[in-house]
């Protein structure tokens, strides 16, 4: 959750997150740190934590970005894909966005060479993001007449 909800550069934050992206995906968070961030997005160790308490709070916020990103990333496959409405190429799309995304498939899969200490540190939490991450879809899906609203 942001600390400062109004920073000068309004493009500050998701510069910030996709250079913890590119890093954590190829590091992984134990070796990636803020003035690691700072220094690939091109901010300040200040400017960072004008956006979260600390590396967890980034994590947190970045893992909910990229799994945004990969539902995004689904319902284009999805609407792109003739028989996209169907259930298989629907599954079979979400596994390959998932699959897509270094971030949310190590989320999925607990790779601890990617997110680590994270993962122990985190426990519980992951599962509620997948659940909310559920959530996302499924309101989607009925939105758009593929799951009937009262499931």
């Not at 309004?10 to 954590?24: D, N």
């Not at 985190?122 to 993001?129: K, L, N, S, V, W």
Request: charged share 25%; glycine share 8%; with cysteine.
């Amino acid at each position: 959750m942001p600390l400062s909800p109004t920073p000068r550069d309004p493009h500050r934050r998701e510069r910030i997150l996709e250079a913890a992206a590119r890093l954590i995906s190829h590091y992984g968070y134990g070796k990636t740190t803020i003035d690691d961030i700072a220094r690939e997005a091109g901010v300040s160790k200040g400017a960072v934590y004008l956006h979260w308490a600390g590396k967890v709070e980034l994590l947190d916020d970045l893992l909910v970005h990229e799994m945004r990103r990969t539902l995004a990333d689904f319902w284009s496959r999805v609407q792109a894909d003739p028989m996209g409405g169907q259930i298989g190429p629907m599954y079979r799309h979400a596994v390959l966005a998932m699959q897509a995304n270094l971030l949310v498939c190590a989320l999925y899969t607990q790779e601890s060479r990617v997110l680590g200490e994270y993962m122990q540190r985190r426990g519980a939490e992951r599962y509620t993001r997948r659940f909310l991450f559920g959530q996302d879809m499924i309101r989607q899906m009925q939105a758009a007449g593929l799951i009937r609203s009262e499931l």
